[in-house]
């Protein structure tokens, strides 16, 4: 029985996106008290501060998951040097209205890949500025850029070989970041 549910948030929407196959793939190299769930972001309405006192239904949903979640782990490409704008949509919905911030205190690992060499650096810099504002621990080291690239993945989904022991490596240091942090 899973002691840590996990949130998933890939700031991707297209569905052969590099970082759903990389969500996918990571999860599977945690020990098996961790569960994770890729949570539903492309539904969201566009954050207007207006709604805040009568939030649609998508919301709602998005909030409460993030609510139950042990932890939190962002997955995200790099979109013309920053974040996604989906994923952005959804830090504001859930961290809102004012004083109701759902991501408050979640511990937090950020990982992401590119076709480019520099993976998705500049995006999750901008991610970590924002969750720190949010008061949500983050994981510092190590970090992860992943170059997608042949055999970042094997035949079955999981992660090839050859990046296997960095991508665990990385697991292992999250899977004790949220054990430490996990209230």
Known sequence: MSQYGIAVVVGSLRRESFNRKLADAIVRLAPPEFSFEQLEIGDLPLYNQDDDANQAEPVKRLKGKVAAAKGLLFVTPEYNRSVPGVLKNAIDHASRPYGQNAWQGKPAGVIGCSIGVIGTALAQQ????????????????????????????DEAGGIGPASRGFLQNWMDRYVAWVKQHAG
């Open 126 to 153: 901008h991610l970590r500025n924002i969750l720190a504002y949010l008061d949500v621990p983050t994981l510092g080291q190590p970090e992860a850029f992943v170059h997608a690239k042949e055999g970042l993945f």
